[in-house]
């Protein structure tokens, strides 16, 4: 009886633990960090398009028809430095290395050749800009 009490306390106990560890590693609602204080701040390239840091993870910050976009500094397809393309008449981002385009709203590779970028929203606050990437966890995750 004292055996089963013990084993059962201890389930609880792990488990109140993992639950814990779940809700901080993966479950966090708020994943907002604040990539600049002002739109000044970014250093856009002439094409509109500004590779940053944030939370020690680079990506790309896309300025077109006055909304920011932020999406991966590589392309999905082989790598190519997405802050070296362009932005199309469209609005999409354009590959400098084999012009595959994607949607810079959703990550859609709309030249069809299957890829998804990788799309982060972004919110223009009193107090800055934020874009919602969830943080890096180190080695792991
Ligand atoms: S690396 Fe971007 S289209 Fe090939």
Redesign the pocket.
Known sequence: MVQKTRIALLLTATGKLLVSFLKKNYMAADNWQRVAVHINEIGFGNNQIAEVKLGGRKLCLAHHAGKLYAFAHK?P????PMADGYIDALGNVV?P????KFSMSNGHNVSGEGYFLRCWPVEIREDGIYVDMPRSRGWLF
């Open positions: 392309c397809h082989a790598g190519g590959c290395l084999h012009r595959y």
